[in-house]
């Protein structure tokens, strides 16, 4: 484990840490702020400061440095490694937005767009009228898209009218039905 020993006198073991972006805050008390609270910035972009045996010391938090797979959750990750898993550009490089990945990484805007029309098309040329008739999509206990047969589940309030699919982006119209049962019971 790659670590280095923070020398500040404020440290002690009896403090808490939280990590907030780039910066270690240290005392931090949740929805108020103490005066005993300060931050610390590691040395590298990629450590996160971490008690081991009654010492702060800086630890390496990218996962790849530690010789692990990118797929193991890293909180940070450091210069070298913090590129796109399609294109490698470079996180510092890329002006907007990036997409986190399950599983780890993150994808550039432009390799995101890439591979969600990927899946777009693929999930289009799946289904076909002789798999999913119209009746296939009607009276379901979700909601089905009628262009690409992706399932969204009915746990949520929805509202008759328009509604966008999250896969294939067409808009379709859903109607919710309402089924009435009836139960009788003896008086006693």
């Known amino acids: 484990m790659k670590k280095l020993l923070i020398k500040d006198s404020r ?101 995101y767009t890439i591979k969600y029309e990927e899946v777009k098309a693929k999930a289009l040329l799946e289904v076909s009228e002789a798999d999913h008739p119209d009746c296939h999509f009607e009276g379901n206990d979700s909601i089905l898209c009628p262009y690409c047969a992706y399932e969204t589940e009915g746990d949520q309030e929805y509202n008759d009218g328009a509604m966008e699919c999250e896969r294939c982006d067409n808009e379709f119209r859903l109607a919710i039905n309402y089924t009435t049962t009836y139960s009788t019971y003896k008086f006693k």
């Open 11 to 111: 440290l002690h073991k009896g403090l808490e840490r939280l990590r907030s972006g780039k910066h270690q805050v240290f005392n931090k008390t949740t929805g108020r702020n103490t005066n005993d609270e300060f931050i610390l910035t590691p040395p590298k972009l990629s450590w996160y400061a971490e008690l081991i045996d009654d010492q702060w010391w800086w630890v390496e938090g990218c996962s790849q440095c530690l010789g692990e797979d990118r797929s193991v959750y890293s909180y940070v990750e450091c210069d070298k490694h913090n590129v796109c898993s399609e294109c490698s550009i470079k996180r510092d490089e890329v002006k907007s937005y990036v997409w986190g990945i399950i599983g780890g990484g993150w994808k550039c805007p432009s390799c």
